[in-house]
């Protein structure tokens, strides 16, 4: 192999490791392998799948992808991306969440979006700042089309960058992870916060001892969370969270 084909290899299993946190090893692993690509994907099965098992030994859980629970992953690409983990706790609050949320108003689905990775604290979550210990999840927020509430409905196939129009209290700066994306606003659908829902899920994790954080866009606070003080602005250095509700313990 050259160095040139060898350095390409290296540089595309660490995107995928960025990406995925193993996708990295089962590419490097499959250039051993006569049929390159059907051994990437069968490496990466197993490697998936492995840690479905293993990484609850190390303290980090899945969040399932599909169920007919409450609380569900907003796309499968979370979960085939490994980015669907957290701590059992931020699980359980998670769940108790939605279980509420479905009691008071039925139907009621509430997405999860990015977790965590499924091994090692410390290694990150990217573009995220944060999530790289387990005890951080991102909320999707409640959507409604002229008041109809959708259940299992976001903006935005992933749930993020369809952001909120609202006030900012941050300054033009570079670099910066607060991308605005205005090319992107007009190809999402013209839907809403749905505001009861997103009141009750901001008072019932407001109140939930396990929770110690929320990160929440100031004109989003100020209109649905009724100044609970775990709701907080995230800093001007961190990407906006006028499309996602970001929780913590």
Known sequence: MSLGRAALH?????????LTQLGGLAWLLSRLFRRKALAFAVLYAGLW????????????????????GPLGMRSWVFCLANRNYVAPGLKAAAEDM???????????????????????NGFP???????????????????ADQGRYLPGRTRSLLGYFAFEPGPSVCPPR?????????????????????????????????RD??????????????????GA?????????AARHDDHIHIQL
Request: hydrophobic share 50%; glycine share 6%; aromatic share 10%.
């Open 10 to 18: 290296l540089v595309l299993a660490a995107v995928l490791t960025v």
């Open 49 to 68: 799948l492995a840690a479905l098992m293993i990484a609850p030994i190390f303290g980090r859980v899945p969040i399932a992808c599909h169920g007919e």
């Open 98 to 120: 939605a279980a509420a949320m479905a009691q008071t108003y039925p139907g009621t689905v509430t997405l999860a979006l990015d977790g965590n990775f499924p091994f090692l």
């Open 125 to 143: 979550l990217l573009p995220h700042l944060s999530h790289k210990d387990g005890r951080k999840l991102d909320l999707a927020l409640y959507y």
């Open 174 to 206: 570079f670099p910066t992870l607060r991308w605005d994306l205005d090319w992107l606003q007009p190809l999402w659908p013209d839907y809403a916060p749905e505001p009861a829902r997103m009141r009750l899920a901001l008072r019932l994790l407001s």
């Open 209 to 226: 001892p396990r929770i110690g954080k929320i990160f929440l866009e100031p004109h989003l606070a100020a209109k649905f969370g009724s």
């Open 229 to 237: 003080s775990k709701i907080r602005f995230q800093g001007c250095a």
